[in-house]
């Protein structure tokens, strides 16, 4: 079972698992996690000032960043990709949220097929506000591919590598709706509560996403399928779920 740890200063709790994001947070009693959803996605630098700008001006600490939604230009090697891990948790640790290679925030990071970012890029951020009374539970599930976290490599872990066939592509999405039914059931929910589920893929999961995803309950609210890849080289097909309790556009 995954480990699942109060980030008291955030007003939320997260899923243990790598030191570049969590596998998802729920917001902690007494709080809700709302979602800003950026116009167009900005640069990372300016991205990140913008959430800055926006979450303290709601009278919120930096620490109540708890998820966001990156776009990449293309799918990174991956000694890019921990090169770029490394840039992006600068800004957590000026935050105060990263400490001694624990990152409480959830992410997906994923690359459009068209009109591409020049640069990674901030596409919504989420963060905590104080909510009083009964309220919607609301979480997110940060993004994952089929691979299992945390290994020396992600080639060496991918499900049915350079497979895109339809039985490899099955195979593939079996593994990430495991996995993120796994982190639902951690943070004590499951696919009725989610309100919005999203896949990432360039390739054809058409027929699949009647019988695997549909038929299971998990597209209650719809599926929401983006033409993205996954942020590194050979991985084919990514998920995420989440249940924002508010969403405004920024």
């Known amino acids: 079972m995954a480990e699942v740890i109060a980030f008291e200063p955030g007003g939320y709790r997260y899923i243990k698992a790598v030191f570049q994001y969590s596998g998802g947070v729920a917001a902690a009693p007494g709080f809700a996690i709302e979602r800003v959803i950026m116009a167009r996605p900005l640069p990372l630098d300016e991205g990140f000032a913008a959430a800055e700008a926006y979450i303290r001006g709601r009278g919120r600490p930096m620490t109540s960043f708890c998820a ?17 891990n490394r840039r992006y948790i600068g800004a957590l640790e000026r935050w105060g949220i990263y400490r001694d290679d624990a990152n409480p925030v959830a992410r997906t990071n994923v690359c459009p097929a068209f009109e591409p970012p020049s640069a990674p890029s901030l596409a919504a951020f989420c963060y905590t506000v104080p909510a009083s009374g009964a309220t919607r539970p609301s979480f997110i599930i940060a993004g994952s591919a089929e691979a299992p976290e ?14 895109t066939s339809p039985a490899g592509l099955r195979d593939k999405l079996l593994f990430v709706l495991a996995e993120m039914e796994a982190r639902l059931k951690a943070l004590g929910f499951s696919w009725r509560d989610a309100l919005a589920t999203r896949a990432y893929t360039v390739h054809n999961i058409g027929a699949l996403a009647r019988e695997e995803i549909a038929a299971r309950g998990a597209a209650r609210h719809g599926l929401t399928w983006h033409f993205c890849r996954p942020p590194v080289i050979g991985l084919d097909f990514e998920m995420d779920v989440c249940a924002p309790s508010r969403i405004e556009i920024l």
């Open 68 to 84: 966001c939604e990156l776009r990449s230009p293309a799918p990174f090697s991956e000694s890019g990709f921990r090169e770029f």
């Open 150 to 163: 945390g290994r020396a490599s992600y080639r060496e872990a991918i499900v049915r590598f350079g497979d």
